[in-house]
């Protein structure tokens, strides 16, 4: 089945500072999609990005479906931001898949 | 338009006992997906129902779970005889056949 990894694993940021999280996948994907899920479990749909690059306030995506990988970027990082962030995204089929996340603290 | 709805938002429960975790799909929704989330994992596929029908349960455990989405009211996920390593946040999403939205989850301990 497809395999989707995601990097870093862990990350801890200053308030303030910008990051880059990654997403690859094995295999071309569909309804490619960015989750916060917060400190307390909530699971937040971020971004509905299957390609081109989408913005949000201080957050954007951008996937390349082509080389098969999704970025998400968190500019000027508040404390809130802090949780862990997942990508996931089906192949034609029914099953979302989900990465490992990626765990993200940002540090006041 | 109300999002995916989940209840009990937290459930406790005996070794032994049944847990009930329902999910109302959005409006318009037929699609309904259930997902069961680890302590410190991600996601993972559990079932796919549409009204009346499972389509797809090959992420279900073989034994003590099972899931219905009946014509009216809510899906229903089922775990019988829980045991503790089915303590987990366990998350509902439906689609009208695109991308799902994810509900808040029902988080389930077994005590």
């Known amino acids: 089945g497809i395999q989707v990894e995601q990097s870093p694993p862990d990350l801890i940021l200053q308030e303030g500072a910008n990051s880059t999280l990654r997403c690859n996948f094995s295999?071309?994907?569909?309804?490619l999609q960015w989750f916060h899920q917060n400190p307390w479990g909530q699971l937040i749909n971020l971004f509905y990005?299957?390609?081109g690059t989408k913005q949000n306030g201080r957050l954007s995506a951008t996937t390349v479906a082509t080389e098969r990988y999704s970025l998400l970027y968190i500019s000027s990082s508040q404390t809130t931001d802090s949780g862990v962030y997942f990508c996931?995204?089906?192949?034609?089929?029914?099953?979302?898949?989900f990465g490992a996340g990626t765990r993200l603290f940002v540090k006041a | 338009n109300a999002g995916v709805m989940q209840n009990p938002r937290h459930l406790v429960r005996r070794r032994g006992q049944e847990a009930r975790l329902r999910c109302s799909p959005m409006?318009?929704?037929?699609?309904v997906y259930w997902y069961r989330q680890l302590p410190e994992e991600g996601l993972k596929f559990m079932v796919y129902?549409?009204?009346?029908?499972?389509?797809?349960e090959s992420g279900m455990p073989k034994e003590r779970f099972s899931a219905e989405f009946p014509k009216e009211g809510p899906s229903i996920l089922r775990i019988q005889q829980v045991v503790r390593g089915d303590s987990a946040a366990y998350f509902c999403?439906?689609?009208?056949?695109?991308?799902?939205?994810f509900g808040p989850g029902t988080r389930l301990t077994v005590t």
């Open positions: 999403a439906s689609s009208p056949g695109d991308a799902p939205y």
């Open positions: 409006k318009g929704h037929s699609h």
């Open positions: 996931a995204g089906d192949t034609g089929g029914f099953k979302t898949i």
């Open positions: 990005i299957p390609s």
């Open positions: 129902l549409q009204k009346e029908n499972i389509i797809d």
């Open positions: 295999d071309s994907v569909n309804n």
